[in-house]
Protein backbone atom coordinates (compact mmCIF):
# COMPACT_ATOMS: atom_id res chain seq x y z
CA UNK A 1 0.00 0.00 0.00
CA UNK A 2 1.24 3.32 -0.86
CA UNK A 3 1.64 5.84 2.51
CA UNK A 4 2.09 9.45 2.11
CA UNK A 5 4.48 11.12 4.50
CA UNK A 6 3.17 14.69 5.32
CA UNK A 7 6.48 16.35 7.03
CA UNK A 8 6.07 19.10 9.21
CA UNK A 9 5.62 22.45 7.29
CA UNK A 10 6.84 24.66 6.07
CA UNK A 11 8.04 22.69 3.00
CA UNK A 12 9.29 24.85 0.35
CA UNK A 13 11.72 27.61 1.32
CA UNK A 14 12.20 30.86 -0.43
CA UNK A 15 14.69 33.22 0.07
CA UNK A 16 11.98 35.69 0.17
CA UNK A 17 11.11 38.21 2.94
CA UNK A 18 9.24 41.34 3.33
CA UNK A 19 12.48 43.01 4.24
CA UNK A 20 13.51 42.17 1.45
CA UNK A 21 10.51 42.85 -1.08
CA UNK A 22 10.71 46.29 0.57
CA UNK A 23 14.05 47.11 0.15
CA UNK A 24 14.08 46.41 -3.31
CA UNK A 25 11.04 48.66 -3.97
CA UNK A 26 13.42 51.34 -2.39
CA UNK A 27 16.16 50.79 -4.91
CA UNK A 28 13.05 50.77 -7.52
CA UNK A 29 12.35 54.46 -6.44
CA UNK A 30 15.64 55.88 -5.72
CA UNK A 31 15.93 57.02 -9.77
CA UNK A 32 12.44 59.12 -9.44
CA UNK A 33 13.97 60.35 -5.91
CA UNK A 34 17.69 60.96 -7.16
CA UNK A 35 15.21 63.20 -10.34
CA UNK A 36 12.73 64.69 -7.70
CA UNK A 37 15.65 66.39 -5.89
CA UNK A 38 18.14 67.33 -8.43
CA UNK A 39 15.20 69.22 -9.98
CA UNK A 40 13.82 70.72 -7.05
CA UNK A 41 16.60 70.74 -4.75
CA UNK A 42 16.78 70.83 -0.75
CA UNK A 43 13.05 71.74 -0.21
CA UNK A 44 12.36 67.86 -2.01
CA UNK A 45 15.33 66.68 0.40
CA UNK A 46 13.61 68.20 3.26
CA UNK A 47 9.80 66.74 1.94
CA UNK A 48 11.35 62.76 1.63
CA UNK A 49 13.32 63.48 4.93
CA UNK A 50 10.93 64.41 7.06
CA UNK A 51 7.95 61.83 5.37
CA UNK A 52 10.30 58.95 6.06
CA UNK A 53 11.92 59.38 8.80
CA UNK A 54 8.16 60.35 10.60
CA UNK A 55 6.45 57.50 8.96
CA UNK A 56 8.85 54.95 10.57
CA UNK A 57 8.94 56.60 14.01
CA UNK A 58 5.14 56.74 14.27
CA UNK A 59 5.16 52.85 13.35
CA UNK A 60 7.82 52.41 16.11
CA UNK A 61 5.55 54.39 18.59
CA UNK A 62 3.04 52.95 17.81
CA UNK A 63 4.30 48.86 17.80
CA UNK A 64 5.89 49.44 20.97
CA UNK A 65 3.69 51.18 23.40
CA UNK A 66 0.02 50.96 22.17
CA UNK A 67 0.14 47.59 20.00
CA UNK A 68 2.94 46.05 22.91
CA UNK A 69 4.58 44.33 19.87
CA UNK A 70 7.81 44.24 18.88
CA UNK A 71 9.16 46.82 16.27
CA UNK A 72 8.44 46.07 12.57
CA UNK A 73 10.12 49.27 11.33
CA UNK A 74 12.53 46.19 10.18
CA UNK A 75 10.79 45.10 6.86
CA UNK A 76 11.24 49.22 5.43
CA UNK A 77 7.21 48.77 4.96
CA UNK A 78 7.57 52.30 6.82
CA UNK A 79 10.09 53.65 4.78
CA UNK A 80 8.38 52.59 1.23
CA UNK A 81 5.32 54.65 2.84
CA UNK A 82 7.19 57.47 3.87
CA UNK A 83 8.82 57.53 0.12
CA UNK A 84 5.55 57.18 -1.54
CA UNK A 85 4.18 59.63 0.66
CA UNK A 86 7.03 62.34 -0.07
CA UNK A 87 6.60 61.50 -3.99
CA UNK A 88 3.03 62.17 -3.75
CA UNK A 89 3.26 66.09 -2.28
CA UNK A 90 4.46 69.12 -4.03
CA UNK A 91 8.28 70.00 -3.27
CA UNK A 92 6.59 73.29 -1.44
CA UNK A 93 4.81 70.81 1.13
CA UNK A 94 5.34 72.93 4.83
CA UNK A 95 7.02 69.97 6.94
CA UNK A 96 4.47 69.72 9.55
CA UNK A 97 1.61 69.03 6.87
CA UNK A 98 3.73 66.60 5.69
CA UNK A 99 4.14 65.53 9.50
CA UNK A 100 0.41 65.27 9.57
CA UNK A 101 0.14 63.30 6.32
CA UNK A 102 1.91 60.64 7.76
CA UNK A 103 0.57 60.34 10.96
CA UNK A 104 -2.63 59.62 9.13
CA UNK A 105 -0.81 57.39 6.63
CA UNK A 106 0.75 55.21 9.15
CA UNK A 107 -1.15 56.13 12.55
CA UNK A 108 -4.76 55.97 10.85
CA UNK A 109 -4.92 54.01 7.34
CA UNK A 110 -2.18 51.38 8.82
CA UNK A 111 -1.50 50.17 12.23
CA UNK A 112 -5.14 51.35 13.16
CA UNK A 113 -5.90 48.35 10.98
CA UNK A 114 -3.19 46.03 12.71
CA UNK A 115 -0.63 46.74 10.70
CA UNK A 116 1.27 45.95 7.45
CA UNK A 117 -0.45 42.91 6.11
CA UNK A 118 -4.05 44.18 8.05
CA UNK A 119 -4.62 47.25 6.13
CA UNK A 120 -7.36 47.88 3.52
CA UNK A 121 -6.05 51.04 1.93
CA UNK A 122 -2.80 51.75 0.74
CA UNK A 123 -1.38 54.27 3.41
CA UNK A 124 0.65 56.73 1.38
CA UNK A 125 -2.16 57.28 -0.90
CA UNK A 126 -5.03 57.24 2.01
CA UNK A 127 -2.48 60.48 3.41
CA UNK A 128 -2.07 62.06 0.53
CA UNK A 129 -6.36 62.54 -0.52
CA UNK A 130 -6.49 63.17 3.63
CA UNK A 131 -3.95 66.22 3.07
CA UNK A 132 -5.89 67.04 -0.44
CA UNK A 133 -8.65 66.96 1.22
CA UNK A 134 -7.60 69.36 4.47
CA UNK A 135 -5.25 71.19 2.72
CA UNK A 136 -6.20 72.07 -0.76
CA UNK A 137 -4.08 75.11 -0.57
CA UNK A 138 -0.72 73.74 0.33
CA UNK A 139 -1.41 70.67 -1.86
CA UNK A 140 -2.25 72.53 -5.65
CA UNK A 141 0.89 74.98 -5.17
CA UNK A 142 3.08 73.35 -7.42
CA UNK A 143 6.51 74.76 -8.98
CA UNK A 144 8.07 74.07 -12.39
CA UNK A 145 11.49 72.54 -12.12
CA UNK A 146 13.31 74.97 -13.51
CA UNK A 147 17.30 74.05 -13.77
CA UNK A 148 19.59 72.07 -11.18
CA UNK A 149 18.79 72.09 -7.77
CA UNK A 150 15.52 74.17 -8.28
CA UNK A 151 17.67 77.32 -9.24
CA UNK A 152 15.15 79.87 -10.67
CA UNK A 153 11.64 78.01 -9.62
CA UNK A 154 8.58 79.77 -10.89
CA UNK A 155 4.76 78.51 -9.26
CA UNK A 156 2.85 76.85 -12.45
CA UNK A 157 -0.08 74.48 -12.83
CA UNK A 158 0.20 71.01 -14.03
CA UNK A 159 -0.97 70.05 -17.14
CA UNK A 160 -4.12 68.46 -16.07
CA UNK A 161 -4.64 71.43 -14.33
CA UNK A 162 -4.45 74.22 -16.87
CA UNK A 163 -6.94 71.40 -19.27
CA UNK A 164 -9.48 71.13 -15.93
CA UNK A 165 -9.15 75.31 -15.62
CA UNK A 166 -9.01 76.17 -19.34
CA UNK A 167 -12.18 73.81 -20.32
CA UNK A 168 -14.03 75.51 -17.48
CA UNK A 169 -13.22 78.45 -18.72
CA UNK A 170 -14.62 77.88 -22.57
CA UNK A 171 -11.64 77.31 -23.92
CA UNK A 172 -10.89 74.17 -26.33
CA UNK A 173 -7.86 71.74 -25.58
CA UNK A 174 -5.62 73.30 -28.94
CA UNK A 175 -6.11 76.85 -27.34
CA UNK A 176 -4.94 75.16 -24.01
CA UNK A 177 -2.52 72.95 -24.66
CA UNK A 178 1.08 72.92 -26.60
CA UNK A 179 2.60 69.51 -25.06
CA UNK A 180 5.46 68.15 -25.86
CA UNK A 181 5.28 64.70 -25.03
CA UNK A 182 9.08 64.04 -25.53
CA UNK A 183 9.61 66.39 -22.44
CA UNK A 184 6.74 64.25 -20.66
CA UNK A 185 8.12 61.11 -20.66
CA UNK A 186 11.67 62.88 -19.62
CA UNK A 187 11.45 65.68 -17.62
CA UNK A 188 10.80 69.39 -16.04
CA UNK A 189 6.75 68.46 -15.98
CA UNK A 190 5.03 70.63 -12.82
CA UNK A 191 3.07 68.79 -10.63
CA UNK A 192 4.33 66.38 -7.26
CA UNK A 193 7.68 64.67 -7.23
CA UNK A 194 6.56 61.39 -8.52
CA UNK A 195 5.03 63.51 -11.53
CA UNK A 196 8.52 64.64 -12.75
CA UNK A 197 10.23 61.77 -14.48
CA UNK A 198 8.24 58.89 -16.12
CA UNK A 199 11.48 57.45 -17.60
CA UNK A 200 12.94 57.79 -14.08
CA UNK A 201 9.59 55.34 -12.62
CA UNK A 202 9.59 53.09 -15.41
CA UNK A 203 13.23 52.50 -14.83
CA UNK A 204 12.26 51.33 -11.19
CA UNK A 205 8.90 49.26 -12.16
CA UNK A 206 11.35 47.39 -14.77
CA UNK A 207 13.69 46.66 -12.04
CA UNK A 208 10.73 45.02 -10.09
CA UNK A 209 9.62 42.91 -12.76
CA UNK A 210 12.96 41.48 -13.44
CA UNK A 211 13.27 40.94 -9.65
CA UNK A 212 9.91 38.98 -9.81
CA UNK A 213 8.88 41.52 -6.64
CA UNK A 214 5.40 42.49 -8.75
CA UNK A 215 3.17 40.93 -11.90
CA UNK A 216 2.62 43.37 -14.54
CA UNK A 217 -1.17 42.51 -15.15
CA UNK A 218 -2.40 44.98 -12.57
CA UNK A 219 -0.29 48.01 -13.94
CA UNK A 220 -1.21 46.65 -17.89
CA UNK A 221 -4.79 46.44 -17.05
CA UNK A 222 -4.28 49.70 -15.62
CA UNK A 223 -2.60 51.38 -18.54
CA UNK A 224 -5.17 49.50 -21.45
CA UNK A 225 -8.32 50.86 -19.76
CA UNK A 226 -6.98 54.35 -19.90
CA UNK A 227 -6.13 54.43 -23.73
CA UNK A 228 -9.03 52.51 -24.81
CA UNK A 229 -11.41 54.62 -22.80
CA UNK A 230 -9.90 57.72 -23.48
CA UNK A 231 -9.23 56.85 -27.16
CA UNK A 232 -13.11 56.52 -27.81
CA UNK A 233 -13.49 59.86 -25.69
CA UNK A 234 -10.75 61.89 -27.85
CA UNK A 235 -12.19 60.64 -31.27
CA UNK A 236 -15.81 61.84 -30.21
CA UNK A 237 -14.44 65.07 -29.31
CA UNK A 238 -10.93 66.04 -30.06
CA UNK A 239 -11.58 69.41 -28.56
CA UNK A 240 -13.03 68.30 -24.94
CA UNK A 241 -11.29 65.05 -24.34
CA UNK A 242 -7.62 64.57 -23.76
CA UNK A 243 -5.87 62.20 -26.09
CA UNK A 244 -4.69 58.46 -24.88
CA UNK A 245 -0.84 59.62 -24.41
CA UNK A 246 -1.32 62.54 -22.48
CA UNK A 247 -3.67 60.73 -20.13
CA UNK A 248 -0.54 57.85 -19.80
CA UNK A 249 2.15 60.26 -19.11
CA UNK A 250 -0.18 63.00 -16.90
CA UNK A 251 -0.47 63.03 -13.05
CA UNK A 252 -0.03 60.11 -11.19
CA UNK A 253 -0.66 57.76 -13.39
CA UNK A 254 3.02 56.26 -13.82
CA UNK A 255 3.68 56.17 -10.02
CA UNK A 256 0.35 54.91 -8.85
CA UNK A 257 0.15 51.96 -11.66
CA UNK A 258 3.73 50.89 -11.06
CA UNK A 259 4.04 51.44 -7.53
CA UNK A 260 0.75 51.77 -5.31
CA UNK A 261 -1.81 50.15 -7.17
CA UNK A 262 0.69 46.90 -7.17
CA UNK A 263 0.75 47.01 -3.32
CA UNK A 264 0.26 43.07 -2.10
CA UNK A 265 -1.69 44.25 0.55
CA UNK A 266 -4.09 46.58 -0.81
CA UNK A 267 -4.15 44.51 -4.42
CA UNK A 268 -6.25 41.51 -5.03
CA UNK A 269 -4.70 37.64 -4.86
CA UNK A 270 -5.89 36.25 -8.30
CA UNK A 271 -4.87 37.55 -11.43
CA UNK A 272 -8.08 38.06 -12.79
CA UNK A 273 -8.94 39.95 -9.74
CA UNK A 274 -6.01 41.80 -10.65
CA UNK A 275 -7.33 42.08 -13.87
CA UNK A 276 -11.07 44.00 -12.77
CA UNK A 277 -9.17 46.00 -9.98
CA UNK A 278 -6.64 47.36 -12.73
CA UNK A 279 -9.64 47.94 -14.87
CA UNK A 280 -12.03 49.47 -12.22
CA UNK A 281 -8.91 52.03 -11.58
CA UNK A 282 -8.17 53.44 -15.01
CA UNK A 283 -12.05 53.41 -15.78
CA UNK A 284 -12.45 55.78 -12.53
CA UNK A 285 -9.65 57.70 -13.39
CA UNK A 286 -10.21 58.90 -16.47
CA UNK A 287 -14.41 59.46 -15.03
CA UNK A 288 -12.77 62.07 -12.45
CA UNK A 289 -10.52 63.34 -14.79
CA UNK A 290 -13.26 64.49 -17.73
CA UNK A 291 -15.70 64.87 -15.52
CA UNK A 292 -14.69 65.17 -11.96
CA UNK A 293 -14.24 68.24 -9.85
CA UNK A 294 -10.84 67.64 -9.38
CA UNK A 295 -8.16 67.76 -12.20
CA UNK A 296 -6.65 64.21 -11.33
CA UNK A 297 -8.54 60.94 -10.07
CA UNK A 298 -5.32 58.12 -9.75
CA UNK A 299 -5.27 58.50 -5.88
CA UNK A 300 -9.00 58.72 -5.67
CA UNK A 301 -9.30 55.40 -7.93
CA UNK A 302 -7.29 53.48 -6.65
CA UNK A 303 -8.58 54.02 -2.58
CA UNK A 304 -12.09 53.30 -4.21
CA UNK A 305 -10.90 49.68 -5.79
CA UNK A 306 -8.76 49.56 -2.57
CA UNK A 307 -12.55 48.73 -0.46
CA UNK A 308 -13.63 46.23 -3.54
CA UNK A 309 -10.88 44.34 -3.11
CA UNK A 310 -12.11 41.80 -0.73
CA UNK A 311 -15.16 41.14 -2.73
CA UNK A 312 -12.48 40.73 -5.65
CA UNK A 313 -10.92 38.10 -4.11
CA UNK A 314 -14.02 36.21 -2.96
CA UNK A 315 -15.46 36.22 -6.64
CA UNK A 316 -11.92 35.77 -8.44
CA UNK A 317 -10.15 33.08 -5.60
CA UNK A 318 -7.08 31.13 -6.59
CA UNK A 319 -7.89 27.48 -7.26
CA UNK A 320 -6.74 25.50 -3.86
CA UNK A 321 -4.11 23.08 -4.19
CA UNK A 322 -5.56 19.20 -5.17
CA UNK A 323 -8.49 20.98 -6.54
CA UNK A 324 -9.55 21.31 -10.58
Not at 169 to 175: A, K, M, V
Amino acid sequence: MNKLLVSPSPHIHADVSTRSLMRDVVIALMPALLVSVVFYGWKELLVIGVSVASCVLLEYLITRFMLKKPSTIGDFSAVVTGILLALNLPATTPWWVVLIGAVFAIGVAKMTFGGLGQNVFNPAIAGRVFLLVSFPTYMTHWEMPQGLFGADAVTGATPLGQVKEGLLQGSTLSQILDVDYLQMLLTNIGGSAGELSAVALLAGFIYLLCRRVIKPHITLSIWVTVALVSLVFWLVNPERFTDPLFNLLTGGMILGSCFMATDYVTSPMSVMGGIVYGIGIGFITLMIRYFGSYPEGMSFAILIMNAVVPLLNRAFHQKKYGRA
